[in-house]
């Protein structure tokens, strides 16, 4: 069964530095999106992205943050300057964007730290 | 304002026992989408079942069933039949509007199921 894939599972970095956090899709899907969830708490939203350009973002995705599909599979988070408040789980998730049900496919997550 | 509320504390369950997870939301969209997924200690978001606010039937998928109650706007997770690898964080979810749209989240209950 076709899945979302995400890379690294695991990142570690120190405050300051970029970090690109990389997911693909599932391959028919047209909606993709990234959710983030700081340790012990509720999953958020961060930005919505179909043909080729955001749809939707939320107040925590500020200039600091980027997307980018940058061929036809790759779908990729970039944070150009971490902090420390960006340590969480970032999920990736696709939707098929062909009905009014659209289940949001999620992927395994990547766990960022920074230290 | 809190567009989904979870609050129950950490629940123990006892096998093969039914458990029923509260979840309630809050929207002026006519059109919306209410969805629960599971979190396993690995971490990963698992779909579990979807309700639509049109829908006339409460949704069932194996031993999961969303109790469904527009008036009071409430959509119950019941998990029949309990079983060890059900122990996990369950998350309640709604998306407004059109099915593209973003994924709000609940802060999650905690089960553990107990032999």
């Known amino acids: 069964e076709p899945e979302v894939t995400q890379t690294p599972s695991h990142q570690v970095t120190q405050m300051g530095q970029e970090v690109i956090l990389r997911c693909v899709p599932i391959?028919?899907?047209?909606?993709f999106y990234w959710y983030r969830q700081i340790l012990g708490q509720k999953v958020e939203f961060l930005v919505s992205f179909y043909n080729n350009e955001i749809s939707e973002k939320s107040e925590i995705f500020d200039d600091q943050f980027s997307v980018e599909r940058p061929d036809g599979s790759n779908f990729t988070l970039k944070i150009r300057s971490t902090k420390l408040e960006d340590s969480a789980m970032y999920f990736c998730a696709s939707n098929p964007g062909r009905s009014s049900y659209n289940e949001q496919f999620f992927g395994p997550g990547t766990r960022l730290t920074v230290l | 304002a809190q567009k989904i509320t979870q609050t129950q504390p950490g629940m123990f369950v006892q096998e093969k026992e039914a458990v029923t997870l509260d979840c309630t939301y809050d929207t002026s969209d006519p059109s919306y989408g209410l969805f629960w997924y599971k979190q396993p200690s690995s971490g990963e978001m698992i779909f579990l079942i979807y309700q639509g606010s049109y829908d006339q039937q409460n949704a069932t998928e194996g031993r999961y069933s969303l109790n469904f109650q527009k008036a009071r706007k409430s959509a119950n997770l019941v998990i029949s039949a309990s079983q060890l690898g059900d122990s996990a964080m369950y998350f309640c979810?709604?998306?407004?509007?059109?099915?593209?749209?973003?994924?709000?989240f609940g802060k999650g209950n905690q089960v553990v199921v107990i032999p």
């Open positions: 391959s028919n899907h047209l909606y």
């Open positions: 979810a709604m998306r407004e509007g059109y099915g593209n749209n973003r994924l709000a």
